[in-house]
């Protein structure tokens, strides 16, 4: 935990603190500054007051002793009944993992009606499933998750946390960090075991334009959030693999804080990372207008429409097309790019890909360095002349 303090004797009133503060969480009352739930520590107004009044008291956590934290550990997601595939793709790269490091893989399931997933979950790698059934958490609530991942953190010692980066993922692991005490790297999209046995989570950085890999040396568990399919889910065949059931303790939750009034449950969408046939376009095609004869070759092929992140910001798609780095990150068998450039952030969401054809005007387009193959022309005419094909 952390506090913002600030000495009222020493402030001056001057407001740079205000000015410095990216999240709008300092003000000044009674001429002196105040600060309030916003802060996120940081720092940023230390270096701007003149007269030293700013500092952060934080509480030092000693971690005892890190060899009593062990093993790899996945939390498994559900939607509609319905385990998610990212669940399956973090026990497929936590089983690697956990070769490099000699140890177990174990899945933490919360949830009702979760026995019949069990097979699931061994299939995919889990040497142990720790599990808890109950009706608390039907309203999905983080804070009845959060009790739970605590009390597993704690008993079970675990030393690498994965998580989904899905809406919940992403809302957990960060308070479970936080309450932990520890260190989240989100949205990464290689792990890897270093020399020292830390998890190396790696992820874009900088708007993408350089890759960053954070290690947490003094803190555990080390957490990751990994978004829907970055990685590769497989099942194992391996007869022999030691598997474990184990039941964890009830928690009694104490003055619960949220109430849940109504839960909106958006239709089920197909999305775009489930595709196995993609036509993706990008600012090249021209018109909106364009899209529909795009939407015609994607008929007649079965495919998916995706996107480039501006025909989103145009208003020209959804953001639920969007692939890339902040959009969805995708692996069909085969991708038909038109008038793409092949910015870093677009080929961030597309490595996954089997198979890219590519088709710009521009010959020395950075889509082309990732592309199977590669057509140098005007997408929508080559599109209106495969479609006549494809219709007579
Ligand atoms: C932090 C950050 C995150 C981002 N996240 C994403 C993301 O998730 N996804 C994403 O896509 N982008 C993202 N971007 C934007 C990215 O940097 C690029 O600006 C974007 O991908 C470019 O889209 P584009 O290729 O459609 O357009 P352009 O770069 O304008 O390229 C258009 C291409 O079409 C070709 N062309 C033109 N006319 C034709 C024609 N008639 N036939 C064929 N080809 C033609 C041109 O030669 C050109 O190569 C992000 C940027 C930042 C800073």
């Not at 952060?56 to 093993?71: F, G």
């Not at 597309?350 to 020395?364: L, V, Y």
Request: proline share 3%.
């Amino acid at each position: 935990m952390a506090e913002l303090i600030i000495d009222t004797k020493k402030c001056i009133g001057c407001g740079l603190c205000i000015k410095s503060c990216a999240y709008n969480a300092l003000s000044l009352a009674n001429k002196k500054a105040v600060v309030d739930d916003d802060c996120v520590f940081c720092g940023s107004c230390i270096k701007s007051c003149p007269v030293e009044a700013i500092w952060i008291e934080r509480e030092i956590v000693e971690i005892k002793d890190l060899t009593n934290y062990k093993d790899i550990w996945v939390l498994i997601e559900e939607d509609r009944d319905e385990i998610l595939p990212v669940s399956y793709e973090l026990l497929t790269k936590g089983r690697e993992l956990a070769a490099e490091k000699k140890c177990d893989v174990n899945a933490l399931i919360l949830g009702n009606n979760i026995q019949k997933k069990f097979e699931n979950i061994f299939e995919f790698g889990a040497n142990k499933i720790y599990y808890f059934e109950g009706s608390e958490f039907n309203e999905k609530l983080d804070e009845v998750f959060i009790e739970y991942l605590d009390y597993v953190c704690k008993v079970y010692n675990p030393e690498i946390f994965l998580f989904g980066a899905t809406g919940f993922g992403r809302s957990i692991a960060p308070k479970l960090a936080a309450r932990l005490n520890t260190g989240l790297t989100a949205d990464c999209t290689i792990l890897s075991i270093d020399d020292n046995g830390l998890l190396k989570q790696t992820r874009p950085a900088f708007g993408g334009n350089l890759m960053a890999t954070i290690i947490c040396p003094n803190h555990r568990p080390q957490m990751a959030t990994v978004r829907s399919g970055v990685m590769k889910a497989y099942k194992v065949i391996d007869k022999n693999r030691r598997k474990e059931l184990i039941n964890i303790e009830a928690i009694k939750l104490q003055n619960k804080k949220t109430e849940l009034i109504e839960r909106i449950i958006e239709e089920k969408t197909k999305s775009i990372s489930d595709a196995e046939i993609i036509v993706s376009v990008g600012k090249g095609i021209g018109s909106q207008k364009n899209i529909e004869i795009v939407q015609k070759f994607a008929d007649l092929l079965g495919a998916e429409i995706g996107v480039s992140r501006p025909l989103v910001d145009i208003g020209w798609a959804g953001y639920e097309k969007q692939i890339g780095q902040t959009g969805s990150v995708i692996a069909p068998k085969l991708l038909i790019a038109l008038g793409i450039s092949g910015a870093i952030q677009h080929l961030a969401g597309i490595s996954g890909a089997q198979t890219i054809i590519a088709i710009n005007t521009d010959p020395e387009a950075s889509i082309f360095s990732v592309a199977d193959y590669k057509v140098v022309g005007d997408c929508i005419e080559i599109l209106k002349g495969v479609i006549n094909k494809l219709t007579v």
